[in-house]
């Protein structure tokens, strides 16, 4: 069974930065694509960053220039550094794991970025 448990998140001013965390259990994580999506209140869930298993990354035009997505295989992990946040960044955010038929969702981590 794989688990995705996310962390990092909290309530940060606007101009501020926060490093949300992914961490997998029970799977071989190198082969698998890591994306980082967030759903707001109200709003459907949507794509926030992407990172292949080589490495690769995209990330949607909002946070570009802003929020970094990285990964350590050999800690299991993925992260999602997000720097120059806004108010409306605030959102839940969900690691998600895929590779070829299978796919997982964490639970979830609460942004909140307020004055």
């Known amino acids: 069974q794989v688990q995705l448990v996310e962390s990092g998140g909290g309530l940060v001013h606007p101009g501020g930065s926060l490093r949300l965390s992914c961490v997998a259990s029970?799977?071989?994580?190198?082969?698998?694509?890591i994306d980082w999506y967030r759903q707001a209140p109200g709003k459907q869930r949507e794509l926030v960053a992407s990172?292949?298993?080589?490495?690769?990354?995209n990330y949607a035009n909002f946070v570009k220039g802003r929020f970094a997505i990285s990964r350590d295989n050999a800690k299991k992990s993925a992260y999602l550094q997000m720097n120059d946040l806004k108010p409306e960044d605030t959102a839940v955010y969900y690691c998600?794991?895929?590779?070829?038929?299978?796919?997982?969702w964490g639970q979830g981590t609460q942004v909140t970025v307020s004055s």
């Open positions: 998600y794991a895929y590779e070829g038929g299978y796919s997982y």
């Open positions: 029970g799977t071989i994580f190198s082969i698998y694509a």
């Open positions: 990172i292949s298993s080589g490495g690769s990354t």
